[in-house]
Each structure stands twice: as C-alpha cells, then as structure tokens.
C-alpha cells in the first residue's frame, strides 16, 4: 500500500511559526514521525510539501498513475478558498483525509470554512502531528477503492 502525505503552504516552517499554535517540532521531525510509522506498518509513503497551489494539485492528480492508494492532505491555507484543489481531490477515488495540527474551529473565523473537507472522507484537527498517525491508520483500514 502507498499512501501519499501532502502539506501546502507554510508548514515547510513548522517549529519557526507560530510556536504556540503549531508547537516547536519542526517539518523534519513530521516527516520523520510519518516515515517511522508507515515504515513500521510495512507502509509506503511519500511525503510532499509545496507552496504553490499548481504544484499542488499536479502532485494529486499523479497520484492517480502511480499506485497511490489513499491521501493525507494538508492543505494549510488553501483549505478555506483552493476549489481548485478540491476539484483535483475530488477527481481521485482513494480514501482520502484532510488533517489540520491546530483546531481550525476554535480559530479565527476564517478558518472555520473548508471547501476540501466535503471531498474528503475525514478531517482530522486540533490533535497535532498525532492527526497524521490517525489519518495513515484511517486509510489502511479503509482500504483502496477499485478505480
């Protein structure tokens, strides 16, 4: 099973943003943490990070020739307006997860909106870099959905 774990904007700079929102691990220890738990679970995994929307949504769109069989997604802040990302989520039949580290609901306004959640069969928020193991386990559960 390969399973593919993207974060948009800005969570290149965990551990130097916001410390007391998204705590002082930073994008290493996260992907670290993900690779030991899915190479511990006989899991592949690739973890892609990209600023850019475009690179984004290419990334998610391969996914459906390369074998991937679920997505964890972390869209920062495209989450609340990049219907372009849900469109290109929408597109791919895998289970997939949208994880937020903070609780967006508890958050300003703005941040209470998802335009991808609806595209996704789960939104993890609010349990920090732990959303990612519940979101991989999520997906081995759930399984792949024939195409």
Do not use: W
Not at 66 to 91: C, E, F, Q
Not at 109 to 129: H, M, N
Request: hydrophobic share 40%; net charge negative; aromatic share 8%.
């Amino acid at each position: 099973m390969k399973i593919l774990v993207i974060n948009g904007p800005n969570l290149n700079f965990l551990g130097i943003r916001e410390k007391a929102v998204y705590g002082t691990r930073d994008y290493k220890a996260l992907v670290a943490m993900i690779e030991e738990k899915c190479k511990t679970d006989g899991v592949e995994v690739e973890c892609f990070q990209s600023n850019h929307e475009g690179a984004i949504i290419d990334r998610i769109q391969e996914s459906y020739f390369d074998g991937t069989a679920g997505i964890v997604i972390n869209p920062g802040a495209y989450t609340h307006y990049s219907y372009a990302i849900r469109d290109a989520l929408a597109s791919i039949i895998v289970p997939k997860v949208e994880v937020h580290i903070s609780d967006i609901d508890t958050r300003e306004e703005f941040r209470k909106i998802s335009v991808t959640a609806p595209v996704c069969d789960l939104q993890i928020k609010g349990k920090g870099f732990d959303g990612y193991l519940e979101a991989i386990d999520f997906i081995m559960e759930k399984g792949t959905p024939a195409k």
